[in-house]
């Protein structure tokens, strides 16, 4: 019901790829979500004691005051924490990256929707970064960097990074793209490719005028 | 509008329009101010699709073009708010090695941005093989090689029957 009303898309993306041709889409780690989590209830704590808190001050004060705001107080310390709950889950479940042998696609967002497009041919850089709870949930966030314009910061909507957060196979991921990266030959600011090889063959005339020099040639 | 050959858009869809309303409504008094503008993009906007890049025009007074070439595409961007979503609208913020911030084109009011997606993906460097011609060119210098050799080869025997003959 909810993925209607707010126009989910049903499918994970997908990239056009040649048929026989790896392609991969997966969400982040579960790891992640547990991750996510942690800061939930870390936050949930941290609210709620301190509700608790005002409200047994309150209570102190004056019981009929405290007792008439118990349910606004209630309501106040459980609603936003169920939304924040769901929205976790949303998040990490509209989380998706798609990979194939030449480019990578991410999506992500629940009021805005963003999806990223690039090739690896216009890969810049990669770097992997991994904090002290990252560490403990053993994920890591792969950043991959284009020469397209700046983004506007961390996260940003339209930037020149494809951000994958939550990875538990990062440095896999890394490789992977480095390899790729690493492959072309050009500089990824979308330079043609130069077609040496295409001046020093034979045309078509000259082979034609070689299988005549055999031809001759065996009739000696 | 059909979106089935991208190179047929010439123009945003005409919900575009209401949606830019929708905006300008969310902004109250400075309705005017807001939707004018909007308006007059909207009204001027115009896509050229041709084989080699996009342009984009827009602007009365001031009048603005942006062309590209679908070869330095950096990044493909699709971004849908909710209020697009609702509208089966979608913004397309296309990136090339420029440095400026923001977005080099942004591709507005396309319904159903897959199939456009999907064309400028595939103009894009590196997402198909490129070596086409080059593997063409040395299977012709393969070729040339066997004659060569087969020449040689030939001019050996001839070489071979004259020694024996006399």
Not at chain 1, 143 to 169: D, R, Y
Request: glycine share 6%; charged share 20%.
């Amino acid at each position: 019901m909810l993925s209607s009303l707010f126009k989910v898309p049903e499918h994970p993306p997908n990239l056009p790829v040649e048929p026989g041709d790896f392609i991969a889409s997966f969400h982040p780690s579960e790891r992640y979500l547990s991750y996510l989590k942690l800061y939930f209830w870390i936050l949930f704590v941290f609210i709620d004691v301190g509700l608790l808190i005002g409200w047994g001050a309150l209570y102190s004060a004056s019981q009929d005051l405290a007792l008439w705001l118990a349910l606004p107080f209630i309501i106040l310390a459980i609603v936003p924490d169920i939304v924040a709950y769901v929205m976790i889950h949303l998040r990490y479940d509209t989380m998706w990256y798609v990979m194939t042998d030449r480019s990578l696609r991410c999506r992500r967002g629940i009021w805005i929707i963003f999806e990223h497009t690039i090739t690896f041919e216009n890969v810049q850089n990669v770097h992997v970064k991994r904090g002290p709870v990252q560490y403990f949930f053993d994920i890591s966030t792969v950043v991959v960097e284009t020469a397209g314009a700046e983004t506007g910061g961390e996260g940003q909507s339209v930037g020149n990074q494809a951000i994958m957060e939550g990875l538990s196979n990062a440095d896999e991921i890394r490789e992977m793209i480095m390899s790729r990266v690493d492959m072309s030959k050009t500089a990824g600011l979308g330079d043609e490719r130069i077609h040496a090889q295409n001046t020093t063959a034979w045309s078509v005339a000259e082979m034609d005028a070689l299988r005549e020099i055999r031809d001759a040639v065996r009739d000696l | 509008m059909s979106s089935s050959d991208p190179r047929t858009i010439t123009r945003p869809d005409n919900s575009l329009l209401t949606y830019y309303t929708l905006v300008s409504l969310i902004s109250l008094v400075f309705f005017p101010f807001v939707f004018i503008p909007l308006y007059v993009r909207f009204r001027t906007l115009r896509y050229r699709f041709d084989d080699d890049g996009v342009s984009m025009t827009w602007g009365l007074l001031f009048h603005k073009e942006v062309y590209l070439t679908y070869r330095r595409i950096q990044d493909i961007h699709v971004t849908r708010n909710l209020i697009e979503r609702w509208m089966g609208l979608a913004k397309m913020p296309i990136q090339t090695a420029s440095g400026t911030s923001g977005a080099t084109m942004n591709i507005e009011g396309i319904r159903n941005p897959e199939p456009l997606r999907d064309f400028l993906y595939a103009r894009m460097r590196g997402a198909r093989a490129d070596q086409g011609s080059e593997i063409h060119a040395t299977a012709v210098g393969n070729d040339a090689l066997t004659i060569l050799t087969e020449i040689r080869d030939s001019l050996r025997e001839i070489k071979q029957k004259g020694h024996n003959a006399p």
